[in-house]
């Protein structure tokens, strides 16, 4: 049968991807928010539909159609991506995490429009939960768990700190350096990182690319 062959050799597992920005509210009518375009987590949810997945895309507010047959949930915050990669996440077998989550909220969000007054203005900004560490704290051995890194500097060794710290089965460094990487545009240049020290450094491609070669390694860890 054609459907649990080479095909689609994902067919009866479970897929949950994270993607696109969060936007932290200031006020009513203002956020924190960051250049993610939520291409890169779009393109990996297709993949694991076309290789058989069943597929739960977690996505802040992004402009991109979700690809038809994925199953969509649209967040805002970080805290509501926190809510509802943790209640998918434990049936999920494949789990990628390439959301460019805010690092800090503010503290308090403002009932009314803050008015425009001093010369200076401050925010108070708290620290939101890390969704892929506390996935990964979570993690059964038959779950597979990705990660991504954007970096600037010291990019291999922050980035292997990240995938052991947030236990991982490998991470996708995302190359800030090169000239069409990144996370606003259609390629990326990334470094696979595996949690046994192994990497695979790929060059620049279309995002729908980088996401075969993501789901090619997701299928080697799969195969016994
Ligand atoms: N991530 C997450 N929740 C957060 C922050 C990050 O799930 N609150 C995930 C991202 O989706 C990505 C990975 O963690 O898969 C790494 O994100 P990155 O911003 O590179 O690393 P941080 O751990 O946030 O550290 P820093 O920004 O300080 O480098
Ligand atoms: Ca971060």
Do not use: W
Not at 85 to 97: K, N, Y
């Amino acid at each position: 049968d054609h459907h649990f062959g080479k095909d689609r050799p994902l067919a009866g597992k479970k897929a949950l991807v994270s993607a696109g920005p969060t936007y932290e509210a200031i006020d009513p009518v203002r956020y924190i928010g960051n250049h993610s375009s939520g291409k890169m987590g779009y393109a990996i949810a297709s993949q694991l539909l076309l290789l058989g997945a069943e597929v739960t895309l977690v996505s802040g507010p992004s402009g991109l159609v979700p690809p038809a047959g994925v199953n969509v949930v649209r967040v805002t915050s970080a805290a509501e991506m926190l809510a509802a990669c943790q209640s998918h996440f434990p049936l999920s077998d494949i789990t990628v995490m390439s959301a460019a989550v805010a690092d800090y909220t503010p503290k308090a969000v403002a009932d009314q429009k803050i008015k425009k007054a001093d010369s200076h203005l401050t925010l108070e900004l708290v620290k939101t939960t890390d969704i892929l560490a506390t996935l990964g704290k979570s993690k059964r051995n038959d779950q597979i768990l990705v990660g991504f890194a954007l970096e600037t500097q010291d990019e291999e060794t922050n980035a292997q700190d990240k995938l052991h710290r947030k236990n991982l089965d490998f991470i996708v460094l995302n190359s800030m350096r090169d000239e069409g990487a990144g996370f606003a545009g259609d390629t990326n240049k990334v470094t696979i990182i595996g949690k046994n020290g192994d990497k695979e450094v790929f060059g620049l491609k279309s995002k729908e690319e980088v996401a075969k070669d993501i789901c090619s390694r997701v299928i080697r860890l799969l195969a016994p």
